[in-house]
């Protein structure tokens, strides 16, 4: 789960919520500029939630 802090719609709060009720899910990939699209950032959010799960 990736959360974009500056998301208007599901910011951290929500998201944090929501990560509780998933069984099994990882604590947050906190993106301190991300909106509500972090996905959308394409090839560096790719990178950085590889990094911060331990891929190489």
Known sequence: ???GVADPV????????LQ????GCPEPLII???GH????WGDGIARYAL???GAS
């Open 1 to 3: 789960m990736a959360v």
């Open 10 to 17: 599901l910011g951290l709060d929500q998201m944090k919520a």
């Open 20 to 23: 509780k009720i998933i069984r």
């Open 32 to 34: 301190p500029e991300g």
């Open 37 to 40: 699209f972090v996905q959308e």
């Open 51 to 53: 990094k911060a799960f």
